[in-house]
């Protein structure tokens, strides 16, 4: 299981056989909020076994804050381009992780992976919050629901 260190985060890599994250993703599927605009998890695992199996890198992760799960983060492909996903547990919003994670997330895929040259998100547009977060971020608007952030 991979594990990343960001500078507010540490990333622990989803998976499924693990009881531990099978419990995790009831905390976020559980949340209306959550289920209004992401995918549940075992969508992500196909999105990712799909990614890797066609030579790119997808991952998803649990992002833990000073040893507290706070929220996910991940990278899976959608129509050939590469998109963050990021979901932040209900109890910890408000404190500024999506916009930490956006960050630290992208600059760390823009680094490690440098032959992608911009990552994206897409953002219904009523999700304001997401949208100012990512904007923060150093992400920019280029349509109605999509954010790039070119390396």
């Known amino acids: ?25 009831k905390y ?3 949340d209306e909020d959550y289920n209004a605009y992401m995918e549940p998890f075992w969508s992500f695992e196909n999105s990712v076994n799909y990614d890797r199996k066609n030579g790119r890198y997808a991952s998803i992760y649990f992002a833990y804050h000073n040893g507290v799960l706070v929220g996910m983060v991940g990278l899976i492909w959608i ?3 590469p998109e963050l996903v990021i979901g932040i547990l209900k109890e910890h919003r408000g ?3 999506s916009k ?9 895929v823009l680094k490690t992976y440098q032959e992608y040259k911009a990552l994206y998100v897409s953002i219904q547009p009523e999700n304001i919050h997401s949208v100012e977060n990512a904007l923060a971020a150093g992400f920019k608007q280029i349509d ?4 790039v952030k070119r390396g």
């Not at 991979?2 to 500078?7: A, F, T």
């Open 28 to 30: 976020f599927e559980d």
């Open 144 to 147: 109605e629901y999509k954010y």
């Open 95 to 97: 404190h500024h992780y």
């Open 79 to 81: 129509f050939d381009l």
């Open 100 to 108: 930490l994670l956006y960050r630290e997330y992208a600059e760390y």
């Open 1 to 25: 299981m991979e594990r990343i260190k960001l500078s507010s985060f540490e990333l622990e890599e989803y998976d499924s056989c693990n009881s531990d994250h099978q419990e995790y993703t």
